[in-house]
């Protein structure tokens, strides 16, 4: 069952995310409870079952670079003084799992899970309700609760193969040429990007870089032609790449590549999943062979304590700005 809504607005929006920066240094109050939403746990790890999202709880979880270095050198990248720390930064993701319990597509419905722990000092947003071009539905309260509790910010987004009547509406709408089915499948890539860009909009949800959940997604699921997926995601990237963010890819190594197989990115930053491990196996995580695609490893993601937890890998701190944003 698809959702969608119009991205005809989404270009407007370009010029906000453009300009926008963090600004406060300061740290705040340690979070609080959220009043209208809960949180959830990803177990995306890399044993090859089928996967969900960052946020999922029980889930199994070109040069494009060098086009996001241009954009940040025209200035179109947001600035930051977000002080430089030292050592490992704890943080949490979370999504639809995390709205209250029945909110949302029928089949990604909300399952009321906690939110990120006390000490978490940023916190990772999901844009979507499982596939592309269906919005997180509790987004807004979502970005409330870190307003409300001064963590950092950043965003993801599942992308998603699709069906027949996605691919005929969206299919020739985009910079690709609409004449291959390759081209089409990027057009629709590009699209789920702007949708994406459109949500953030709705919210006044401002980030550096979008993280592209590159996973299998349970329901809505990927074609068994990894070239026809590929195109989807280089798509997803260029779209994000056009309107001036920075990207990177969420994912493990054998999951990326059941879905893409060895596509790759251009080596854009890595937040790279390790499941029902420890925080130890996350840090683990940033190690080169953990590679997804060849990119700098940014975060190490587990599940405890029925929440994603997220750490920052070795001198990743030195420089939160490049891939958090902080509400004044």
């Not at 720390?85 to 909300?110: A, F, H, N, T, Y």
């Not at 860009?197 to 068994?224: A, H, N, Q, R, Y």
Request: aromatic share 8%; hydrophobic share 35%; with cysteine.
């Amino acid at each position: 069952m698809r959702r969608r809504a119009s991205v005809a607005a989404s270009s407007v929006l370009l010029v906000l995310f453009a300009g926008c920066g963090a600004t406060d240094p300061t740290a705040g109050a340690p979070p609080r409870p959220p009043t209208s939403t809960t949180a959830s746990a990803t177990e995306a790890t890399d044993t090859g079952r089928p996967g969900g999202d960052a946020g999922d709880p029980g889930a199994d979880a070109s040069n494009l670079a060098q086009a996001a270095e241009e954009a940040a050198r025209k200035g179109s990248q947001p600035t930051s003084n977000i002080a430089p720390r030292d050592g490992e930064v704890l943080g949490g993701d979370v999504s639809w799992p995390q709205c209250p319990k029945g909110m949302g597509i029928p089949e990604k419905q909300g399952l009321g899970m906690p939110m990120p722990l006390p000490e978490a000092e940023y916190v990772v947003l999901g844009l979507t309700n499982g596939p592309g071009f269906t919005p997180n539905p509790c987004l807004a309260d979502q970005v409330q609760w870190a307003k409300d509790n001064d963590v950092l910010v950043a965003v993801y987004a599942v992308s998603s193969y699709p069906d027949k009547a996605t691919l005929d509406e969206y299919g020739a709408d985009g910079p690709h040429d609409a004449s291959t089915k390759e081209g089409r499948l990027k057009n629709v890539g590009y699209q789920q990007a702007r949708y994406n860009i459109g949500t953030m909009g709705k919210v006044g949800l401002l980030s550096p870089i979008v993280w592209i959940d590159v996973e299998p997604v349970p329901v809505f699921e990927w074609s068994d032609d990894l070239q026809a997926n590929a195109a989807v995601i280089e798509g997803v990237a260029r779209g994000y790449v056009d309107a001036g963010f920075r990207i990177g890819v969420y994912s493990t190594p054998n999951l990326y590549a059941r879905v893409v197989g060895n596509f790759r990115l251009g080596g854009v930053p890595e937040w790279r999943a390790a499941g029902k491990t420890s925080r130890a196996e996350a840090l683990n995580r940033c190690g080169d062979d953990w590679s997804i695609q060849g990119g700098a490893a940014v975060m190490g993601q587990w599940v405890a304590e029925s929440r994603d937890q997220n750490v920052t890998c070795p001198g990743v701190a030195r420089d939160l700005g490049q891939w958090f944003h902080r509400f004044t």
